[in-house]
């Protein structure tokens, strides 16, 4: 397809386990995004990868949160000894940088993360 | 710091009538870029306009239409003879020049449109 690609669309885990989210942005697209949207609020910023360089990692809420991008497409957000406050739907977002600055942001579907 | 208020958490209507959903911002750059999200019950959140602080002409698209006024920091979006289907979370956006592009969002406003 032409979007924005993520799976699983639903994760259930046990608290302590270890999880990996996948996305894979449009085609070209240089710029990927992650956020957190916790039930009832807006998004949340995550981490930014350019290519396949991590340039801002401040939305990550603590070093159980890991993400990468190797090749410059497909990323994965990893949470490790996952906590019951890391329930949430994650949502990967990529854009282009062709028309300047700031280009829509286009998303996929989220995986929903359940931590029992 | 940048932040988005929706202060409108829930607004009822009935199908045809007009509805105007409220966006304020604060941020201290001077160049800097405003959108309108919609997340239908699916989840997939829909890009529905990007404008940046440079351009204050409103715009209308079909039944879209918005309202960009800086003196007082808002970006209100209006649908106009409303449907069953627009009903949603609609989320405004912020981001900055600075800043690597990351989108704040205000915590969204659902819309519930009845026959």
């Known amino acids: 397809g032409a979007g924005v690609s993520q799976s699983p669309r639903y994760k259930v885990a046990k608290r302590g386990q270890d999880v990996a989210l996948r996305c894979d942005p449009i085609?070209?697209?240089?710029?990927l995004f992650w956020y957190q949207q916790a039930l009832g609020q807006g998004p949340e910023f995550l981490t930014y990868f350019q290519n396949e360089a991590q340039l801002d990692k401040s939305g990550l809420p603590s070093d159980r949160f890991f993400a990468e991008r190797p090749e410059g497409s497909v990323s994965t957000l990893k949470i490790q000894r996952t906590q019951q406050e890391d329930s949430a739907v994650y949502l990967c977002a990529s854009s282009t940088y062709e028309g300047g600055p700031n280009q829509p942001q286009h998303f996929g579907d989220g995986t929903r993360l359940s931590i029992l | 710091a940048q932040k988005v208020t929706q202060a409108q958490t829930e607004i009822s209507v009935v199908e045809k009538e007009d509805v105007t959903l409220d966006c304020v911002y604060e941020?201290?750059?001077?160049?800097?870029?405003l959108f309108w999200y919609k997340q239908p019950p699916s989840g997939e959140l829909v890009f529905l306009i990007r404008r940046n602080s440079f351009d204050e002409q409103n715009e209308i698209s079909g039944r879209y239409s918005w309202n960009f006024q800086k003196s007082t920091s808002s970006f209100n979006f209006t649908i106009t003879a409303s449907q069953v289907v627009d009903s949603a979370v609609y989320f405004c956006?912020?981001?900055?020049?600075?800043?690597?592009?990351?989108?704040?969002f205000g915590t969204g406003t659902r819309l519930l449109v009845s026959p």
């Open positions: 085609s070209g697209h240089v710029s």
């Open positions: 941020t201290r750059d001077t160049t800097y870029y």
């Open positions: 956006a912020l981001s900055e020049d600075t800043g690597f592009q990351k989108l704040v």
